[in-house]
């Protein structure tokens, strides 16, 4: 995921195709229960009298500008830990749960995996879904459709203001705010405060280009996919009417409504699951009437693993062969009023495929500037296909471009994409004997812009197959291709510089 820029979106997207072997649910085994807790209660507060309507100073743009407090009003602290990966930028989480031998003080009952991940934004903040912001027609007296939305995704998530009102409140918050500076520091809050964006902060007024005077909602939501483990999860959503004129915003009521949410959990595979191979992943979902479930779709590790399904009962063919392993599964939904759930976590052990077909031998990936280097890298057969696969920012106007090598190997590029700004390349080579802890170099031709690189072994192949790229001026790219050979699999790469949006192939 790359850092948005202020212009328009637009997508490079390259792709390849190989083949896979199948295989099946060997195993399961039952998951544990946790204890007796005190856990958070996440609030959002918005007072009603910090809003003002400002210009942008980039892109002079009209704004709808609002303070907000995010806080934990339950009877223990909220506390998030993330365990932070140097070559990819990316963080998994867990959440650490708390109980009170005694009023005032706590102490770690246990800890449970974050369905989603986070990136860490130098120097002092996580791209993570805290918090999420939306501008509403009002239909009457509901909530209508969603006319802007805040790009507010930076957090430094921990406490910066006293809220109380709540018992056994401290006179201090914990951990500190200079723990956000340190991608591996605990995060959270303590009972009574909370963390504070004042309406002028850069990154969160909503853009009011488009937008006509009139009477709207602001939706407010703590949590908004719900992965936090919470005492009350009804209580998320603060509503704020107000009345834009001009320059002018004026607030006419705001309410806390009691949203009742969807629920999902996976039904295959089970907790404890070992997997091998193809394996089919089903899930069930029901919707608060007068809601209906719009769509499911599955995460791995606290990343998209499939696109939105919206037919039930919801299920995705996932082939394992990329991951080895323990992994957390889970499944989240979306109902017709857009509001979101997240299932329980599946912990599943990926097995290694056996069959003497293609494999994959070597799987990682780096992200960083100018020239990124892979971790390191050593291959188990000799004869391997490798593949690299690169997306790339670059300079406007231009056309970025990168050049790959290492391993002792001659590489040759398949494709590349860059008719708009960024690029998206794949580029392979053939393994001639065994590789013990070399390293892949992707370097670009305009330096110091945001790269990922992944590369990829697989033992027993023929080599690559078809292959094609595309662009989108403005939104996802899209293409056709053939495989030239049934039960291939398509493996692609994309470079979205101007919005940090996962993206998957449907």
Known sequence: MFRARPQFALSTMALIVTVFATSFVVSAVPSASAATVTLPDMKINVPIDQFSIGTNAGTGHRQLQF????????????????????????????????????????????SRPI?????????????????????????GSAVGTVVAVSPKVDYCITGDVFIGGVPNVPNNTSPPASNCTNPNGLLGL?????????????????????????????????????????????NDVTNTTISIAGTNVSVIS?????????????????????????????????????????????????????????????????????????????AQVT??????????????????????????????????????????????????????????????????????????????????????????EIWSAVTTHLIHSGVVTSHERFSSYAQQLQVLAFAASSGLGSSQSSSGANGAAKLTIKTSTAGSYIFGVGSDWDNPAGRTLI
């Open 67 to 110: 303070t907000h407090q995010t806080w934990d009003a339950g009877t223990g602290p909220f506390a998030i830990q993330p365990t932070f990966n140097s070559h990819t930028g990316v963080s998994s989480f867990v959440q650490l749960i708390y109980r009170s031998p005694s009023a005032g003080n706590w102490v770690v009952d246990h």
């Open 115 to 139: 369905a989603v991940n986070g990136v860490f934004q130098a120097p002092s903040d996580y791209n993570f879904p805290l918090t999420r912001f939306t501008l509403n027609k009002l239909n």
């Open 190 to 234: 303590s009972v009574g405060w909370g963390d504070q964006y004042d309406q002028t902060d850069n990154g969160q007024p909503i853009d009011l280009t488009g937008v006509a005077d009139g009477t709207y909602v602001l939706h407010a939501t703590v949590d908004p996919q719900h992965v936090f483990q919470e005492s009350n999860v009804t």
């Open 254 to 330: 705001q309410s806390s409504p009691v949203t009742p949410l969807p629920s999902v959990s996976m039904s295959s595979p089970a907790p404890g699951a070992t997997l091998r191979g193809n394996v089919t992943l089903q899930a069930t979902a029901h919707a608060s009437v007068p809601a209906t479930v719009q769509s499911v779709r599955y995460l791995l590790d606290g990343s998209p693993l499939s696109g939105h399904i919206t037919v039930a009962p919801y299920v995705f063919h996932w082939g394992t062969f990329l991951v080895s392993g323990t992994h957390h599964l889970c």
């Open 335 to 424: 109902d017709s009023n857009g509001t979101v759930n997240t299932s329980s976590i599946s912990t599943v052990s990926v097995a290694r495929a056996t069959t003497s077909g293609l494999s994959v031998d070597v799987n990682v990936n780096s992200t960083g500037h100018s020239n990124v280097v892979s971790p390191a890298i050593s291959t188990s057969v000799a004869h391997d296909t490798v593949v690299a696969l690169v997306g790339a920012d670059g300079p406007d106007g231009s056309f970025q471009q990168v050049a790959v090598s290492g391993l002792g190997l001659t590489w040759h590029l398949v494709k590349r994409s860059n008719a708009q700004s960024g690029d998206a």
